[in-house]
């Protein structure tokens, strides 16, 4: 039944919303506030320039951005209530027995328009209960690919109570309208509802199922026929700038044919499988005028077998609109497990939420809500539209208990959010490499009309966890380990054994190679040597060979690394306490330096530098009783004065150490020195490692912008105008060539570089940062450093850096079978020639990104082969090679390949890609660049590998219906969607933070961690189940916890109760809470235990120490919070995921076109 939609107008965007009076919008624009540092993401000022922001046109829906063309949008309706977000209808078992439709059920239009908003809903199924339903608002209600129609009726339904004002209310403007439309090409005449199922290979490797395509409700020859629906969703203003949206006019589903989707519905089903087998449902025919079919009654568990009868009703309920909301009101019912994401990705006919579908997931509980009356059934769900949080769910409850045994080729791993043990049995495991597919196409051809990179994201020294055994060494003595004549490669599971046993023959290039005599073993009847489990390099993926002297610099064995710490001692790093904190702390952490695993003591010498305008070098040989200072005036031309005595080993110059320590901060305090030079600093390290013959690392304190006479003096060249011109990509470059000649001899001498920075303004990253990033280093960023508050931060990443594995002047190298090569590399390294990767440094927490091309074709039954190999030298001091290898499986369907996708390692691919991107082209190409490139891989699976059906389906493979979302949360991050109060600095950090993040750090920061506090469970280990980055899941009387790697914020809701501000914050109110707090009280009860124990859980996990606030609701930090809310629409003109999801179908649709 079609019934008439009216169309409401709100505020547009940009303005503030209704529910946030009594505060600016544009938070802290441009004063920082205490203890929150302005850098890490502040508020933001409003839409990004060339986001202008028109008046509302008549039927303009604010939080979707669509025009409704003045016309009421079509509510088709089905049996029980379809819901609105339908995506493209899905294939189950055909109803038998459908009544044929009632003919004359058609009303002219323009009568008085129906609304959906709680004022008097039609039930299309569900009947209303009589208590007023409270649906959370959506601030994302959309569809893609369809829009408004005009439908004819004859009865009329009147509108009750005024239309919503408030964003926040504005439920789902685009409640039923289809996404998918499913006609054949000829408008069949009227005649019977159904078409006849066919069977549809199943298109991704999780399941098999025949039902599991898309229904196809009617063919040519039966059915009504179809109404027209502009498809397309123009929208007022461009999602994206520069890209007009255009309109076009496709067929819809036609209201009553669609049966529910099988066992594999997005979003809540009407009739969740109870075994997981689609249920034949029964169909009643469009309802007669006047007369509503109800679909099972609410109160009806989850697993309804068959729909009840259809009852009839004299008309429409009156719901009471929701009016001063001023948040999201909290979801109404308890869920049950059932929930199931579609197998094939396609995105069926979605019912509207059930009862006990209220979570995002099974299991997930509903916050500060009670059970109450279930939605009427017209509203358009997010919870239709594939979800993070389920995805991540499925795989830890599918995945996580097993482990993840590496013996077989091509085997896809579990998400990185999943906890799972790894078995390695001859590949390497996932925490050293993870791959953007592990079932690659055959031929260079397909790969090009597939789109999907081929990449491969490597952390070769990645820390495991206590259970799994780290990689053995093998030392094979003074001949070294056996690699194969021609390609070099190094001895692995792949090589096969010939001739005996005298003879192999290479996995990587094939050539044959004779066995050393000492390495010569016999074969087995299978042809395995017998000594294959004794030898790691056999049977297992990864493992260290000890390298010979010929592996060495100058043919000759290292000495140990050495630590230079270089302390600025400026007048700012003086007066914040920076520098006796700085003191004290390495009173204390020179004892935590890394060792051998055995070793009693650390090997590595440390020295001591202070630095302004001129540099400090401290004499403190074990034999004086004072230290010696020695300055350098002549910055020009760094030398360092003294040999003996400035590298010292840390035990024997313990008491020296310590008296200069405390000197420091003494010798310094009344300085007026406010110039810093930076370039000397580097240099004077580098020559002090050269003098000594090591390889070592820096790390260099530092407060402000270079300026003072001296090599790599830097001017301000910040300028926020050119943001959004051709000249912005000049923000990200370094202002000199200087740096990078630097980092070339820095990586020539083992020198890496770890850099500190305390700044208060303008500091240059993009310049200061090309030593650090090229050396193999990591940037640790503290503006508006302040003691009390980033104390904790700075001295917890101090620690961490100091102590963590770290290899120096490493090489890796990466080799693969025939077919593939290595033509791509990101991360923080230098690379002199198109194969080595050079770093001064690597340490357990960086990656390099490889990017495979084809240049032969692969053939299915040998697969394709890699193997990374790293050779570095240790903590101690020993030459080692680090060898990891991998097997993929070879596809020439490209089913195949879409199926043995992995998105998490995709979207960290994408992101180092673009990232890279902005040094040399405008911001805007680069993200149309990467829309452009996911069009193209969903609209080739669209094509090749998904069943036949309407262009108006938006269908996306099962191990890829997340890339819209998280491809969306890149195109809005920082780096390339600034906000203004975004810093220039801000962006170059995280431009070169994300260039050598893993892939689960990747994950949690560009979708961060929501974690509902108030639901945690104080008698488990465990964490509460995590819920959706978005406003309407937030509810006013609860307390939240978000997390992206960097920060960790303390969402407190205005309703909480009392005693829990009381158990947590130890204040009475909600008004006596501190946003200035960096730490959670400690107070002895069960819930504060519980969450700073969850806090401290989430600050192992990661690799730096997050910066904790405290976001009061309604207070202005909350602008900051909201920034990672990042399913909703952002300030600085970011899409919604719905309304970006809407524009990815439209840019395929064109791309099919």
């Not at 996708?901 to 995709?906: G, I, K, S």
């Amino acid at each position: 039944m079609s019934v008439n939609q009216q169309a409401h107008t709100g505020p547009p965007y940009g303005q503030p919303q209704p529910g946030y009076q009594g505060y600016q919008q544009p938070a802290y624009g441009g004063q920082p506030l205490p203890g929150v540092p302005q850098s890490q993401y502040g508020a933001y000022n409003g839409p990004m320039p060339g986001y202008q922001q028109p008046v509302p046109p008549q039927g303009y829906f604010p939080s979707l951005g669509f025009p409704l063309k003045g016309s009421p949008v079509s509510l088709n309706s089905d049996t029980s209530s379809l819901a609105p977000n339908f995506i493209g209808s899905l294939r189950a078992p055909p109803t038998s027995g459908a009544p044929p439709p009632a003919s004359g059920a058609s009303l002219p239009s323009g009568h008085l328009a129906y609304s959906q908003f709680g004022h008097g809903d039609v039930q299309n199924g569900i009947p209303a209960s009589a208590a007023p339903m409270q649906r959370p608002p959506a601030s994302q209600p959309f569809l893609p690919g369809s829009a408004p129609t005009p439908v004819s009726q004859t009865a009329t339904f009147q509108q009750y109570g005024p239309p919503p004002a408030s964003v926040q209310q504005l439920s789902n403007h685009m409640a039923g309208m289809t996404i998918g439309s499913t006609t054949a090409s000829a408008p069949p005449p009227a005649g019977l509802g159904y078409g006849p199922t066919t069977s549809v290979p199943p298109v991704s490797g999780s399941f098999s199922a025949t039902g599991s395509g898309l229904y196809t409700p009617y063919t040519a020859s039966q059915g009504p026929s179809p109404t027209s629906v502009s498809q397309g969703l123009p929208l007022a203003q461009p999602l994206f700038p520069g890209q007009p949206m255009s309109t076009q006019r496709l067929p819809t589903q036609v209201p009553g044919f669609a049966p529910p989707p099988s066992s594999a519905g997005i979003g809540p089903s009407s009739y969740p499988p109870s075994t997981g087998a689609p249920r034949p449902p029964t169909m009643p025919g469009p309802p007669l005028p006047g007369q509503t079919v109800a679909g099972p009654p609410t109160s009806q568990p989850n697993h309804v077998s068959s729909p009840p009868p259809p009852s009839t009703m004299s008309g429409p309920h009156p719901g009471p609109p929701m009016s001063g909301l001023h948040g999201p009101p909290p979801p109404t019912h308890p869920p049950q497990p059932g929930y199931q994401m579609q197998q094939n990705g396609s995105f069926g006919q979605v019912r509207g939420p059930q009862p006990n579908y209220g979570g995002a997931y099974p299991g997930t509980p509903n916050y500060g809500s009670q059970p109450g009356p279930p939605p009427p059934p017209k509203r358009l769900d997010p919870d239709s539209i594939p979800s993070p949080i389920q995805v991540i769910e499925d795989d830890r409850s599918n995945r996580g208990s097993e482990p993840f045994v590496t013996g077989v080729r091509g085997q896809v791993p579990p998400l990185v959010t999943t906890n799972f043990l790894v078995k390695d049995q001859g590949n390497a495991s996932p925490r050293y490499i993870r791959c953007t597919s592990y079932n690659i196409p055959c031929t260079s051809d397909m790969a090009k009309q597939s789109q999907v990179p081929l990449a491969a994201v490597i952390k070769p020294l990645a820390t495991l966890p206590p259970e799994e055994t780290l990689p053995y060494l093998v030392d094979h003595g003074e001949s070294g380990p056996v690699r194969c004549n021609r390609c070099k490669a190094y001895m692995c599971p792949f090589m096969q054994f010939i001739e005996g046993g005298r003879r192999f023959q290479c996995c990587f290039c094939s050539c044959v190679t004779e066995v050393p005599p000492h390495y010569f073993q016999h074969l087995d009847h299978t042809g395995k040597r017998v000594d294959f489990y004794d030898r790691p390099e056999l049977s297992l993926g990864s493992y260290e060979f000890l390298a010979t002297v010929d592996y060495c610099k100058n043919n000759k064995f290292p000495s140990p690394p050495a630590f230079i710490f270089m302390i600025d001692v400026s007048y700012n790093a003086v007066k914040s306490g920076l520098v006796r904190l700085i003191c004290e702390e390495l009173k204390s952490l020179l004892d935590y330096l890394p060792r051998e695993g055995n070793m009693e003591e650390s090997a590595i010498r440390v020295g001591f530098v202070t630095y302004n305008k001129v540099l400090h070098f401290y004499n403190v040989k074990s034999s004086l009783a004072q230290p010696q200072m020695m300055v350098v005036s002549d910055v020009a031309d760094m030398f360092v004065p003294l040999l003996d005595g400035f590298l010292v080993n840390v035990n024997e110059s313990r008491t020296v150490i310590a008296s200069l320590l405390d000197q420091i901060p003494e010798m310094f305090a009344d300085t007026r020195e406010t110039e810093t030079v930076f370039a000397p600093v580097i240099q004077a390290g580098l020559e002090a490692l050269k003098a000594a013959e090591c390889a070592g690392k820096l790390f260099i304190f530092h407060t402000s912008l270079p300026i003072a006479e001296a090599p790599g003096k830097l001017k301000n060249r910040d300028d926020k105008k050119l943001i959004n011109t051709d000249k912005e990509k000049t923000l990200f470059q370094p202002q000199t060539s200087f740096y990078n000649n630097l980092a070339k001899d820095c990586v020539a001498q083992g020198c890496c570089v770890d850099l500190f920075l305390f700044p208060n303004q303008y500091l240059d990253v993009a310049t200061l940062g090309v030593v650090t990033y090229q050396t193999g280093g990591s940037i640790y960023k503290y503006a508006y450093f302040q003691l009390e508050t980033d104390q904790d931060r700075f001295l917890n990443d101090l620690r961490r850096d100091v102590q963590k594995e770290v290899g120096f002047d490493a090489v890796m190298r990466v080799r693969t079978s025939t077919g593939i090569r290595a033509t791509d590399f990101f991360g923080a390294f230098y690379m002199s020639n198109t194969t080595d990767v050079e770093m001064a440094g690597l340490d357990c927490d960086k990656t390099i990104t490889v990017e495979f091309k084809h240049d032969d074709k692969l053939s299915e039954d040998s697969g394709a082969l890699l193997q990374c190999a790293l050779l570095y030298t240790s903590c101690a001091g020993q030459r080692r090679l680090r060898i990891h290898n991998l097997s993929l499986n070879c596809c020439t369907q490209l089913a195949d390949l879409y199926r043995n996708c992995e998105t998490d390692t995709l979207i960290n691919y994408l992101a180092k890609y673009a990232y890279r991107g902005v040094l040399s082209s405008p911001v805007k190409t680069v993200r149309d660049a990467l829309i452009n490139q996911c069009a193209q891989i969903l609209a080739c699976y669209r094509k090749n590998c998904a069943s036949p059906s309407s262009a108006g389906q938006l269908i996306l493979p099962e191990c890829m219906k997340l890339l819209p979302v998280y491809l969306n949360c890149v195109l809005k991050s920082d780096v390339l969607q600034p906000g203004p109060e975004v810093t220039t600095d801000d962006r170059a950090y995280i431009r070169q933070l994300v260039t050598s993040m893993d892939v689960a750090e990747t994950n949690v920061f560009f979708y961060p961690r929501l974690l509902p506090l108030t639901k945690a469970d104080v008698d488990s280990d465990s964490l509460p189940a995590a819920i959706r980055n978005s406003e309407e899941r937030l509810s006013k009387g609860d307390i939240y916890l978000l997390e992206n790697g960097l920060n960790i914020f303390v969402w407190v809701g205005v309703n909480v109760q009392q005693g829990l501000i009381q158990t947590l914050f130890g204040v009475s109110s909600f008004s006596q809470i501190s946003s200035a707090l960096s730490t959670l009280p400690v107070l002895e009860n069960p819930f504060s235990k519980k969450v700073r124990s969850i806090v401290d859980m989430l600050q192992v996990q990661r690799s730096r120490y997050m910066k904790l606030i405290i976001v009061k609701q309604e207070d202005k930090l909350e602008m900051l919070f909201k920034h990672f809310l990042v399913e909703d629409k952002s300030l600085s003109g970011g899409a919604s995921y719905v309304d970006f999801l809407c524009h990815m179908h439209k840019e395929i649709r064109q791309l099919l076109s």
